[in-house]
């Protein structure tokens, strides 16, 4: 059986280059373009007794997976924004687990959150893509440790994110055979 840790971080943490530039930048926004299709693409072909599947022991099903990364992204999108229009704003968290844990994110249907994808990332890269250079350093502070995040940052923050979730419902997808 895999190592955990290995099921928990199957690409790894996310880890920021000291210098982001344009092109480091560019890929993230690609990658942050191609979600939506990439996770459909994914996750469409599975059946309920498929998406109510936990990725890992103790983990998220892939259903829950799909509905999390609409959600966070969502308030993802929110930091984004709140770092362009206020100075260095405090952000508010929220319990990702709990929202996980409501009737919405056991039951609905992926459908949703994949059209919801779909419309933010498009308004979110259309977004990033406007910006002035000097509008990639603007930031806001994270409440967890009072961490500053770059507008930059944040870009890599959640191409990675997207990532690391499309990585733990692909290894699931692998390891069934499905």
């Not at 999108?77 to 994110?105: Q, V």
């Not at 250079?133 to 990675?160: C, L, M, R």
Request: aromatic share 12%; charged share 20%.
């Amino acid at each position: 059986m895999e190592d955990l840790e290995k099921l928990r971080y199957p690409i790894g943490h996310f880890s920021c280059p000291k210098t982001i530039t344009r092109v480091v930048r560019d890929s993230w926004i690609h990658e942050l373009e191609n979600l939506p299709r990439r996770l459909g693409a994914l996750v469409l072909p599975l059946n309920d007794t498929q998406l109510d599947t936990p990725y890992r022991p103790q983990g998220w099903t892939v259903r829950q997976v799909v509905h999390h990364i609409a959600d966070s992204h969502h308030h993802s999108y929110t930091r984004f924004k709140w770092a362009l229009t206020e100075e260095a704003p405090l952000i508010k968290a929220y319990e990702e687990k709990s929202w996980s844990d409501l009737f919405d994110a056991k039951t609905a249907p992926i459908s949703l959150s994949l059209s919801y994808l779909e419309a933010l990332h498009a308004k979110l890269v259309f977004l990033l893509n406007g910006l002035k250079e000097s509008q990639f350093e603007n930031y806001y502070f994270h409440p967890d440790g009072h961490v500053k995040v770059t507008v930059a940052e944040n870009i890599g923050k959640y191409a990675w994110h997207g990532n690391h979730h499309l990585a733990h419902i692909q290894n699931l997808v692998n390891r069934k055979g499905w």
